[in-house]
C-alpha cells in the first residue's frame, strides 16, 4: 500500500544544534515530496518541494531536504535551529493527482 | 503573495445547527481547492477536493450530504457541516492551488489558517 511514514514522533534538540526529520514513502514510483510546517493553531507553510532534478533542495528558513532514491527517503535538515522552529512537522507526497499525502507528522521542540 | 484566508479562525455552536466555514484566496485565482480535517495531534486528512463551477470530490467515507462544498468562484469556497454534532469537532483546514504548474501532481497547495469548530 502507498504510504509516507516519518518515523520520529517528537524530537526535541537545542538552540543553534542542527535537526533532521526523516521521511520516507512507499509508493510504486518516485512521487512529488513536499515539507510542511505547522506552527500552533496555523495552517501550513511550503518549507520547500522535489519535483526532479537535484536531489538536495533548498527551501524557506534554512531548511533544506535530500532525495535518496535508493532509500525512498526525503530527509529534511537544518544545521543550526531557532527558538521559532519549534513546530509540527508535515512530510506530504503527491503522484499522478493534486491529491497530498500526509505524514503523521513530527513535533520539534526547541530547548534553549 | 499565494495567501489564503479562512473564517471565521473558531466557531462554537450547539449540537444540530449548520455551520458555514469560508475559504478565500486573497491574491491569486484558485482553480482547485481542497478542504481537510485534522484531529489533535494527528495529521490532515483530505476530505473533499472542489473545482470552481463543478460539484466536489469526497474522499472515501466523507459523508457528502453532511459536509456540503460549494466553489462559486475562483476565490472562495465554503464548506458547510449541516446539523454538527460533537463528534464533527476539530480543526478545518483549506488549501488552494492556483492550477499554473501545468501537471496536477508538482501543483503547490497553498494553506489557510484553519478554522476550529467545537460542537456543543
Known amino acids: 500500500a502507498q504510504s509516507v511514514t516519518q518515523p520520529d514522533i517528537h524530537i526535541t534538540v537545542s538552540e543553534g544544534a542542527s535537526l533532521e526529520l526523516r521521511c520516507n514513502y512507499s509508493y510504486g514510483a518516485t512521487p512529488y515530496l513536499f515539507w510542511y510546517v505547522q506552527s500552533p493553531g496555523q495552517g501550513l507553510q511550503l518549507l520547500l518541494k522535489y519535483f526532479s532534478g537535484d536531489t538536495l533542495v533548498q527551501g524557506i528558513k534554512g531548511f533544506e531536504a535530500e532525495f535518496k532514491r535508493s532509500q525512498s527517503s526525503f530527509n529534511l535538515r537544518k544545521p543550526s535551529v531557532h527558538w521559532s522552529d519549534a513546530a509540527e512537522y508535515f512530510c506530504a507526497v503527491s503522484f499522478i493527482s493534486y491529491k497530498l499525502s500526509f505524514g503523521a507528522g513530527t513535533t520539534v521542540t526547541v530547548r534553549a | ?120
Not at chain 2, 469526497?58 to 469556497?77: P, R
Not at chain 2, 480543526?91 to 488552494?96: E, G, P
Open chain 2, 1 to 120: 503573495g499565494a495567501v489564503v484566508s479562512q473564517h471565521p479562525s473558531w466557531v462554537i455552536c450547539k449540537s444540530g445547527t449548520s455551520v458555514k466555514i469560508e475559504c478565500r484566496s486573497l491574491d491569486f485565482q484558485a482553480t482547485t481547492m481542497f478542504w481537510y480535517r485534522q484531529f489533535p495531534k494527528q495529521s490532515l486528512m483530505l476530505m473533499a477536493t472542489s473545482n470552481e463551477g463543478s460539484k466536489a470530490t469526497y474522499e472515501q467515507g466523507v459523508e457528502k450530504d453532511k459536509f456540503l462544498i460549494n466553489h462559486a468562484s475562483l476565490t472562495l469556497s465554503t464548506l458547510t457541516v449541516t446539523s454538527a454534532h460533537p463528534e464533527d469537532s476539530s480543526f478545518y483546514i483549506c488549501s488552494a492551488s492556483p492550477g499554473t504548474s501545468g501537471s496536477v501532481g508538482q501543483e503547490t497547495q497553498y494553506f489557510g489558517p484553519g478554522t476550529r469548530l467545537l460542537v456543543l
